[in-house]
């Protein structure tokens, strides 16, 4: 890759200046040699100078590179981020390239936040990392920064400059620089602030606690009795469905065998199969309200379902307990 792009360099440079063209040149051959012997890191500010007098997608991507070689990842993702933005201004191709290696880095980043509490009520407040005027949008935000020792300075009208000394470790992937209204500042990793609001070190979650042997003794005890009264009522419809049925069976067949002029000595078994079918009606509706007023555990389950049955129809309701 870093072949090509040493190629593609030169026409980088070719809308400079030629005194411009030929430092960053110099330079830029400079660093490319000392890489290629594996010394990065004096490689790195050759690489920097170059850019920084003729800025080209080819000199970010070898100052990316090298930079992700000597450990300065934030360094590295932005200039990466830098080449693609200039590779789709300029429409070259190495877009493609820039964008892949930037992505891959991003989630290997430290991160460090500088909280300050209320910033609305420190209007005079001047901050300074590593040496740059860090803007208000940047306070209590995310930033990229490399692993090693930091100095963030903060300044007011009429006060002497606090300087504060953080460091990132490689191994904490977001740290958190906690500056109070006296200036007096704490550095922690994002984990230890939640675990600090628990009032303890990590812990693992806990199940629930288990309930007492005499609750769930009780429980079940509770669930049977109320199971068995909706058994009894179901029992109930069952047999009230069933005698309705045979006494309306009973009445249409003494019915069909009387002949014109002859009485008919099962007239009774009309309304007497009516009781037993709202018998039955009134037993199932019974079931229902037990059922589902009843305590139940998990395994507990109902299905209600029509069924035909000789002189009407029914229904069947199926539990598991």
Not at 6 to 35: H, I, M, T, W
Not at 140 to 150: F, K, L
Not at 157 to 181: C, F, Y
Not at 263 to 291: C, E, H, K, L, R
Request: hydrophobic content about 45%; glycine content about 8%; overall charge negative.
């Amino acid at each position: 890759m870093l072949a090509g792009v040493a190629v593609l360099s030169a026409a980088d440079a070719a809308a400079q200046a030629p005194d411009d063209n030929a430092r960053a040149e110099v330079a830029f051959n400079a660093g490319k040699k000392l890489r290629d012997s594996g010394r990065y890191a004096e490689a790195c500010p050759k690489f920097a100078e170059s850019e920084r007098i003729a800025r080209g997608v080819g000199v970010l991507l070898y100052l990316a590179d090298c930079y992700e070689h000597v450990g300065r990842l934030a360094s590295a993702w932005a200039k990466f981020r830098q080449a693609d933005d200039l590779a789709l201004q300029r429409r070259d191709s190495r877009a493609q390239l820039a964008h892949k290696r930037a992505d891959a880095l991003e989630p290997k980043v430290n991160r460090l936040t500088i909280a300050i509490a209320h910033p609305e009520s420190h209007a005079d407040w001047q901050l300074q990392l590593d040496g740059l005027a860090l803007p208000r949008d940047y306070w209590n935000a995310d930033m990229a920064t490399d692993p090693g020792d930091h100095v963030v300075t903060v300044s007011a009208a009429g006060q002497a400059a606090r300087t504060i000394h953080v460091r990132v470790d490689a191994a904490t992937p977001e740290s958190v620089l906690t500056v109070d209204e006296a200036g007096r500042s704490t550095t922690v990793a994002r984990a230890q602030i939640a675990d600090s609001q628990t009032g303890g070190g990590p812990t693992a979650p806990q199940p629930p606690p288990a309930p007492a042997p005499e609750a769930e003794q009780k429980t079940t005890s509770n669930a049977a009795t109320w199971h068995v009264a909706d058994g009894v009522l179901l029992g109930v419809t069952a047999v009230g469905l069933g005698v309705g049925t045979s006494l309306l069976a009973i009445k249409n067949q003494a019915a069909s065998n009387a002949g014109p002029g002859t009485s008919n000595d099962s007239s009774w078994a009309g309304p007497a199969s009516a009781v037993a079918f709202a018998a039955a009606g009134t037993a199932f509706a019974a079931a229902i309200v037990v059922y589902l007023a009843a305590p139940r555990d998990k395994g507990t389950g109902a299905i209600v379902a029509p069924v035909p049955m000789v002189g009407g129809g029914g229904a069947v309701l199926h539990t598991s307990f």
